[in-house]
């Protein structure tokens, strides 16, 4: 009898391993709760599991389930890779995974949508319910703001971030959902005065970089640790004849910011600090991109002369600048530098328009880089009063290879000013710009990289004739939001005050209950 029940012991354990094993690919060693709870622990986990809402599996050194099955390194599911394989950043699916439905009909296959903190993510043209686009007023329904300049990013978490000027003094808005309805955190950056002329985007770290020109004028740069930039660096980075002109901001292949700015006098042109950390601690000594543009237009036409800056595709900065006016003669036009290295030591720069005699093209450049890899840049033909679109063909923008595209038709009036691009989902150009004419924010969708044409007219997006305002459209800066729909920060001058708002198109198009059928 001893040794029976011996053997029959014996047994009872090597079950109840060899099921643990075959549970467990790779035959780990699992404890059975003795407590009765539904928890099983695996990889030293002590047995049982003395909170009864702590139930399900745990793979973990040292906690207890949190959930139905809690997982502390990685994961396979299947065999051979069949499945997820969840290891570090890497996700190999060679089968098909269904969620909320009983097979699965694809690679991933979902019933009811795929929410990520609390957002919904529709990314496909044909999965999106068209609705209607919508205004609203930053930061709130009743502030005006004392001065201007306004530019939009979207930060790491896809919500909108913009920086304005709001007496003489930087201000930065985090929007909790995509379309900022509800209230809009604002940080109040109080270390510089008499700011202007402010650019924005998104460091290595996540969290937005800003540039701007201060009272001197001098060139200043905030480097921000949280979304709404509560706690923030700030340095000093030129003071040696820093023109009250507009900045432009990205960040280096190195993750490092970048700003382009120009200054004036004798050291006349445009300039790049290349910062060599996040925060640009000791800033190396600027790189002269051009000393052509010893003079500038006067009053709100100066705000054109921005010498807008990207990141190619090779990893190496390229602008492209507006020469006004230098003594040499045949030099007014749009300009464009590509770096050819990280330092910009080495460049190639290239003439893209060349103005006649009296005519002025180039102004309020705006630069984005198309799904081929080659730079796109909108410009505003003033002599003619047409938005215009360069579409490179290489990274270099050689003269030859660069398509001019009138983009607006003459029955729009004088267009142009203020232009902002960036590419839809589908690659393709999309365009926020003024309507002197209309005095309205317009936004293009392109339908081809050239926008040679265009889906439909351009929407003129003026505010509801219940707000009443003229001067819509000045400093519009347009993004892609977490949906992959269209948001337009701009100014809308309304009595001679500036007030700010956001757009939250509808559509790719931003056509209100825009679809494909």
Partial sequence: MEKFMHHNTKFIFAIAFLSAAILFAGGVFAWVNPNNFPGVGVGGLKPGVTDPTKVGIAL??????????????????????????????????????????????????????????????????????????????????????????????????????????????????HCTIPDCSNPVSISDLDLAQGIGNVSISIGQN?????????????????????YECKNSTYRDLDTINVLDLPTSITTQSNGFPAISYRRGTTS???????????????PPNPVTISTLGSGFPSGDEKNGTRAQLALGSDGLLFTAYFVYYDVLAGAQGIYFKKCTNMECTSSVTNKL?????NEVVGEFASVTVGSDGFPLITVYHATNGRLMLLSCKDINCTPSLVTVSTVSSLSEGDVGKYSSITTSIDGLPLIAYQSKTAQALYVRKCGNKECTISHGTPLALDLPA????????????????????????????????????????????????????
């Avoid at 328009?353 to 005699?357: D, E, K, R, T, V």
């Fill in 353 to 357: 328009i060349n103005n006649a005699l």
């Fill in 268 to 282: 006349a042109g445009v300039y790049l600090i290349l910062c060599e950390n996040i925060s640009c601690e000791n």
């Fill in 60 to 173: 973990s050194d040292s906690e207890e389930p949190q959930s139905a099955l809690s997982v502390g390194g990685a994961l396979s599911i299947g065999s051979s890779y069949i499945g997820i394989t969840a290891n570090g950043n890497n996700l190999l699916t060679q089968g098909n995974v269904a969620i909320g439905r009983p097979t699965a009909i694809a690679k991933l296959s979902v019933n009811g949508g795929i929410t990520l903190e609390g957002i919904s993510q529709r990314f496909f043209p044909n999965t999106k319910i068209p609705t209607q686009n919508f205004y609203y007023r930053l930061p709130n329904p009743t502030e005006v703001i004392s001065g201007g300049y306004l530019a939009l990013t979207i930060g790491r978490d896809g919500m909108p971030v913009f920086v304005y000027v709001d007496d003489g003094r930087i201000k930065v808005g």
């Fill in 466 to 517: 219940s707000l009443g305002g003229e001067g819509g459209g000045k400093y519009a800066s347009i993004g892609l939001g977490v949906d992959g729909l269209p948001v337009v920060t701009f100014l809308q001058t309304v009595g001679g005050q500036n007030t700010m708002y956001f757009l939250k198109c509808g559509s790719e198009n931003c056509l209100p209950y825009w679809s494909r059928r």
């Fill in 206 to 226: 996540g969290y937005p970089i800003i540039a701007g020109i201060a009272s001197g004028p001098k060139l200043i740069f905030y480097a921000c640790y949280d």
